[in-house]
């Protein structure tokens, strides 16, 4: 046998031929990076969130300490409040876990019960968030006060619109476990949103650490 | 060349079995509804064909203006709007939708897929095109079009100076943003995970690849220039104050985020052509692509480097000697994989067995047009040299030379290639052929003579110049040379639909062509593939007909396999996200609670039809 045909009966051998995918929109999925359709378009996605968030976070260290007038930064933040905020949101990581890791044992009840529990925490969140917000403009500062003010509202509110999107996510998905759309062979769908909730989060953890912890350190 | 030893027609599977969750629609339903790739490809390039038409006929008429000094055909204000407008179009409604439009019908094929990864996530991104394309150009009616430039520099689009056209740009390209992300997504996954057994990454065709590498710069790149874009409209809605110098911003944020987008965005312009012509020179060369690896890594290497050498576009603005010296360097290096490739195929032409039907013809002329166009670019990568040629006609010379001499031709190029694939009939060839002529005649009449007007000193963007500034000469020049080219476009315009109706039938393999797209039928059937192919070499197709021990062989039993199934959803999804941009144009022109009454409607619709979407079967 040649070198050629040899390949080519490898090949029909493992049944790569005709595999008719799993239904919804994956078709033929040759899975050729040992990865699925859908959890290689959500990492595909986070590539480009990570570029969004870059410039956002870019664009308020761009400004940093270049406001004309207003309040700083050190005159608003209450590391207290933001902390507890932001405990709530690394504990749903955890629970995000726990939702991810029973789907794949089949414990499809059970991970429906922890991705409600994480979207409740993500809902905390953003509560907090509003919170903060609303305690900010009685302060004295808006989105037009200065270069402090706008860049950290939409840089944070865009964070917080993503946190919201991941919370309806992971209402639908719990559905979809619920209603058994997504059964334990499809516990990648579950992943998948794990994969942004952990990603939505990490980035959190850097404006944390960077807009808010930094501040204090200086 | 041997002799065939087999026939791609005789190659017969028996009939597949395929499983549709949901019944088949037919006439407007079916366009409308559809999720197969090849028709959303050929919508993407209808569309993107109809706005080439529209750009050149702004720039018909801002040529007409220009063709004699002191003309007072039309004033400052209209000629500003008619510069966006026709650059904004040709860049992001004309190039890039046809190079969408060839990404769409020939990627699946070319690797041996019955479709793409997330079929009803190419349709929304279909439909969210149009509807970004739509709001652009509803600008026209409503206020007048946009006139900052398609750079769109602060402060000119601020809340100060930019008309009401500024909120129907900032929003209309943030829609088309929000589309070709998830566009690339989709490809990128298409194509690393859903090639035919056997398509080893290397053996995956040069344009697959460099439709791979523009899905990266397009994911990578549009997310800075949509921040920009969010910063802006918050600036003009809001009053934030991002750009706003008297409370501290700085214009050059938005040029940073503007370029970080723009210089990779002419990459995902030229990248599609250079695969394109890369297909079409060995077809009829007769040869194999000289140095294939070395082509697709060269396109991959410019992918990197694109990201940067943004700056070569500031170096009067003002970044200081450090930065200009490295971003001088960068771009320098990027010219290398460009010289790479231009030698490659200049090597796959070296000996071959040449015949120039149209195809051909445009895809020679790319190489010195574009190259000529990759020399001036490098002139400009000198920083010092750049102080002089910056905004002058010699940038506007340089560009043109790359997108129209380089982008254009090859995507003429693939589009009489690929005709007889799409269509199942040939273009004729003595109408291509006058078209290929006029065109190369009018685009060089018109832009070579620019970069002379350029180092004479002649500012870009400017609606009208003086008799004694001795510009005359090269002026008329430009405005005959437009006229060439709208004659040329008018025969391919004609060639294009009546090739349609009544064009010569083409059968599977009209060009003796090497890889996968020819094995089907012209035009391919809803599944492509009857069956699995299975691959063995880079140009699996020529090997079937031409080597011995490598012919691709059917199964003897019909294929099962689920197709997409047709949906609404893309489109009503992209619809409510449509409605989100139309409440921020009534806070345009009616301030007040609209904004939010019309964004809260529009996202309760974007859930509930995400919803429908995800809980339909497929
Ligand atoms: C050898 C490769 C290239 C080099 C070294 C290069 C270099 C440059 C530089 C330095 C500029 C800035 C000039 C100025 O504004 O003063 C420029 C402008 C430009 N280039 Fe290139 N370029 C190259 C290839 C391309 C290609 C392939 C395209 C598109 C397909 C392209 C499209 C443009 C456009 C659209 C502008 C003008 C943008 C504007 O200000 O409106 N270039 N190029
Ligand atoms: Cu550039």
Redo the contacts between chains.
């Keep these: 046998m040649?070198a050629?045909?040899a390949?080519?009966a490898d090949?029909?051998d493992?049944g790569?031929?005709?595999d008719?995918?799993h239904?919804?929109?994956?078709?033929?999925?040759?899975?050729?990076?040992k990865?699925p359709?859908v959890k290689?378009?959500i990492w595909?996605?986070l590539?480009?969130?990570c570029?969004?968030f870059?410039?956002?976070i870019a664009?308020y260290f761009?400004?940093l300490d270049?406001?004309?007038g207003g309040l700083l930064p050190k005159e608003v933040f209450s590391i207290g409040i933001t902390s507890i905020s932001t405990f709530i949101l690394l504990t749903s990581s955890f629970t995000m876990a726990m939702a991810v890791d029973t789907a794949k044992s089949g414990l499809m009840s059970k991970s429906r019960n922890w991705l409600l529990i994480t979207a409740l925490c993500g809902a905390t969140f953003v509560g907090f968030q509003v919170y903060e917000f609303w305690h900010f403009v009685h302060l004295g500062l808006t989105?037009?006060t200065?270069?402090f003010?706008?860049?950290f509202y939409?840089m944070t509110g865009?964070h917080g619109a993503h946190v919201s999107v991941g919370v309806?996510w992971l209402l639908?998905v719990a559905k979809?476990v619920h209603s058994g759309?997504i059964p334990a062979e499809r516990a990648v769908f579950v992943e998948s949103a794990g994969l942004y909730w952990h990603f939505v989060d990490i980035v959190w953890i850097v404006i944390f650490t960077f807009v808010y912890l930094l501040e204090f350190a200086k | 060349m041997s002799a065939k030893l087999h026939d791609i027609e005789a190659l017969q599977a028996p009939e597949p079995h395929m499983h549709y969750e949901r019944p088949g629609k037919t006439g407007l339903m079916d366009w409308l509804t559809t999720v197969d790739h090849k028709k959303v490809g050929v919508v993407y390039w209808a569309a993107g064909a109809f706005f080439l038409l529209v750009g050149g006929l702004e720039a018909l008429l801002f040529r007409i203006q220009l063709a004699v000094p002191d003309n007072d055909f039309m004033g400052g204000e209209t000629f500003n709007g008619l510069v966006t407008m026709h650059a904004t179009t040709m860049v992001f409604l004309a190039i890039m939708p046809m190079t969408a439009g060839f990404a769409n019908f020939l990627v699946p094929l070319l690797i041996g897929a019955r479709d793409v990864a997330f079929p009803r996530l190419n349709a929304w991104s279909l439909w969210t095109f149009l509807g970004g394309a739509l709001v652009i150009n509803a600008s026209f009616l409503f206020g007048g079009p946009p006139a900052a430039g398609w750079t769109g520099y602060a402060p000119l689009t601020g809340p100060e100076f930019g008309g009401t056209g500024i909120d129907f740009w900032w929003s209309g390209l943030a829609l088309l943003s929000a589309s070709s992300m998830a566009a690339s997504i989709n490809f990128i996954v298409t194509i690393l995970n859903m090639r035919a057994p056997g398509m080893t990454l290397l053996r995956v065709p040069v344009l697959g690849w460099m439709m791979l590498v523009i899905q990266f710069l397009l994911a990578l790149s549009f997310p800075p220039v949509t921040v920009g874009l969010i910063l802006l409209g918050f600036d003009r809605m809001f009053g934030t104050t991002f750009y706003n110098v008297s409370m501290g911003g700085d214009p050059q944020l938005w040029q940073h985020l503007f370029w970080l987008f723009g210089h990779p965005e002419v990459y995902v312009l030229i990248l599609p052509a250079m695969g394109i012509v890369s297909e079409i020179l060995p077809v009829f060369a007769r040869r194999p692509l000289f140095g294939q690896t070395a082509v697709i890594f060269s396109g991959i290497f410019i992918g990197f480097v694109g990201f940067g050498v943004w700056a070569h576009h500031m170096f009067t603005a003002g970044m200081g000697p450090v930065a200009d010296a490295a971003f001088a360097a960068t771009t320098a290096i990027i010219a290398i994989p460009t010289g790479v490739k231009i030698f490659n195929w200049l090597g796959t032409l070296w000996g071959g067995k040449m015949t120039y039907p149209t195809p051909m013809l445009f895809a020679i002329a790319f190489i010195p047009i574009f190259t000529l166009g990759g020399l001036s670019g490098l002139m400009h990568a000198a920083a010092p040299l750049d102080l002089q040629q910056h905004d002058s006609y010699f940038v506007v010379a340089h560009f043109h030379y790359v997108l129209v001499g380089g982008a254009l031709l090859g995507l003429f190029a693939g589009t009489y290639f690929y005709f007889p694939k799409v269509t199942g009939r040939m273009m004729s060839d003595g109408l291509g052929k006058a078209h290929f002529w006029l065109f190369l005649i009018g685009m060089n009449i018109t832009f070579f003579p620019q970069h002379m007007l350029g180092n004479e000193g002649m500012p870009r963007r400017i609606y009208t110049y003086p008799a004694d500034a001795q510009w005359d000469l090269y002026n008329m020049l430009g405005t005959i040379g437009v006229i060439i080219m709208t004659v040329a476009m008018l025969i391919f315009v004609y060639n294009v639909i009546v090739s349609v109706k009544k064009g010569a039938i083409a059968g599977r393999d009209p060009w003796d062509a090497a890889t996968l797209e020819w094995l089907t039928e012209s035009p391919p059937k809803v599944q492509n593939f009857d069956f699995t192919p299975i691959v063995l070499s880079e140009r699996p197709v020529w090997d079937h007909k031409y080597t011995e021990g490598m012919e691709i062989i059917a199964p003897e039993k019909g294929e099962s396999f689920h197709m997409p199934s047709y949906s609404w959803k893309p489109m009503i999804s992209s619809g409510f996200v449509l409605m989100l941009i139309i409440g921020i144009l009534l806070n345009t022109f009616m301030p007040g609670n609209w904004l939010w009454i019309v964004a809260a409607l529009a996202a309760v619709g974007v859930v509930g039809s995400v919803w429908a979407w995800v809980s339909e079967p497929v």
Aim: hydrophobic share 40%; glycine share 10%; charged share 15%.
């Design positions: 040649s050629h045909a390949e080519a090949l029909i493992h790569h031929a005709g008719d995918g239904g919804h929109d994956e078709l033929v999925e040759n899975n050729y990076m990865v359709n290689l378009a595909t996605f590539g480009s969130e570029m969004f870059g410039s956002l664009t761009f400004y270049k406001s004309i989105l037009q200065s270069l003010g706008s860049t939409v865009f309806i639908m979809l759309k």
